[in-house]
């Protein structure tokens, strides 16, 4: 009888564990990509989207959007300075959210061009005190092949990395 006890409590503990969401589906709700980059409708523009989990209810999702530029003298990618305020995305919940930011750009001279990519930080704030307080933080930076991105131009576009080139 009692081995029969502790097989029910063990299918009970799985059960919950299937409705729990996966750190692996989880990590794959996390991302960020470039889904727009110099087009006929956004000239100059390079549009960041990103997507973050949901979490435990009665929570706010936060996003912040950067831009960073290649600097072929270091071989790395700079900060530019410019950053979206922090965007209330959305509440917690089992849904992931999708958020974005446009950064416009003035045109290269022609000929020439500038190589650009998206940083996006992420935090989840939590009631602690009275107070809203960050309980998790996380960063990504753009990276390709991400499905489903809502308002890509042109549709389904997603890219690590985002050149635009002079006329």
Avoid: H
């Avoid at 097989?7 to 996390?30: F, I, K, W, Y």
């Avoid at 989207?49 to 706010?60: E, H, V, Y």
């Avoid at 750009?105 to 704030?125: E, I, K, N």
């Amino acid at each position: 009888m009692r081995a029969r006890a502790n097989l029910t409590a063990l299918c009970a503990a799985a059960g919950l564990a299937l409705l729990a969401p996966a750190p692996a589906q989880a990590e794959r709700d996390l991302w960020a990509t470039v889904n727009v980059c110099d087009t006929a409708a956004f000239p100059d523009t390079m549009g960041v989207r990103a997507s973050m989990p949901g979490t435990k209810p009665r929570r706010r999702l936060l996003m912040r959007f950067g831009a960073q530029f290649f600097d072929p003298a270091s071989g790395r990618f700079a900060p530019i300075g410019d950053r979206s305020r922090w965007l209330r995305v959305g509440k917690g919940g089992s849904e992931s959210v999708q958020s974005g930011f446009d950064f416009r750009f003035d045109a290269p001279g022609a000929g020439s061009s500038f190589t650009l990519r998206g940083v996006v930080d992420f935090r989840w704030m939590g009631r602690r005190k009275g107070r809203w307080r960050v309980v998790k933080r996380a960063t990504r930076i753009t990276r390709a092949g991400i499905r489903d991105v809502e308002d890509s131009d042109p549709p389904g576009y997603s890219r690590a990395l985002c050149e635009i080139k002079g006329s």
